[in-house]
């Protein structure tokens, strides 16, 4: 079932890796602080959450499913495997450098100007939930699309690093275990949207954000490097 390089814990460990990364992390602190301030009551807030979700999880999946089909189709497999190996070993470097250095030097970051972007788009959707409340969860959910377009720098290595696997393999036999990964990687946001629909304050959340970035850094970065070595492993 599995292609070779690539196991269930591997699959899981990097979607969960993938999804505590930082950037993700502050990123929908904000968005469900204010999406409890725009939709006032917790079920509102919890519909929107689960839209944008939703519409994450459809966006990261049909991401992938393009990747993957245009690898195997023109027979670019080994090349992106190779690419996607040196990928993931710069990016856990730069990682783990940022558990030492947080901010300094090069890091990995969301496309420049995106944090704007984003408050930019959620005062509109603010001013959109007193005219239509429907409107403003249609808006959520295209707001969940430009998140993950824009976060892909800073979060994408370990995707691209599973992509990379499961085009070595058979196409369709890579599409369950891509399922399965998105699966894994919007957990945390379920969790962050419980959390939040239950009373717990997104200021306490993005402080404790704040207090263990570095330490999600570390562990993403080593786990990257360890599953760089490996596919280079494999080849040999």
């Known amino acids: 079932m599995f292609p070779e390089g690539l196991t269930l814990p591997v699959l899981v460990g990097a979607a969960l890796l993938d999804s505590i990364n930082p950037c993700v992390f502050g990123v929908l602190i904000f968005l469900i602080a204010f999406m409890t301030k725009v939709f006032k009551s917790p079920n509102k807030m919890l519909l929107g959450g689960a839209i944008y979700t939703s519409v994450v999880y459809t966006?990261?999946?049909?991401?992938?499913?393009?990747?993957?089909?245009?690898?195997?189709?023109?027979?670019?497999?080994?090349?992106?495997?190779?690419?996607a190996a040196v990928i993931a070993i710069g990016a856990g470097l730069l990682e783990i450098k940022d558990f030492f250095w947080y901010g300094k030097g090069i890091s990995l970051k969301m496309i420049p100007g995106a944090e704007k972007r984003i408050r930019l788009y959620t005062s509109k959707i603010e001013k959109l939930n007193g005219s239509n409340l429907w409107l403003s969860y249609l808006s959520a959910g295209l707001l969940g699309i430009f998140v993950v377009l824009v976060?892909?720098?800073?979060?994408?290595?370990?995707?691209?690093?599973?992509?990379?696997?499961?085009?070595?393999?058979?196409y369709t036999q890579g599409i369950p275990l891509l399922l399965l990964y998105n699966v894994v990687f919007i957990l945390p946001l379920f969790v962050i949207i419980g959390v939040s629909y239950f009373g717990k304050s997104s200021i306490r959340m993005e402080a404790w954000r704040k207090r263990h970035r570095g330490l999600m850094r570390l562990l993403v970065g080593l786990f990257l490097v360890a599953l760089g070595s490996l596919m280079i492993y494999t080849i040999y």
């Open 59 to 83: 966006t990261y999946f049909l991401i992938g499913l393009g990747f993957l089909k245009f690898t195997v189709s023109f027979g670019l497999s080994q090349v992106v495997y190779w690419i």
């Open 151 to 170: 976060e892909l720098p800073c979060t994408g290595a370990p995707y691209l690093a599973i992509l990379a696997i499961l085009g070595k393999g058979d």
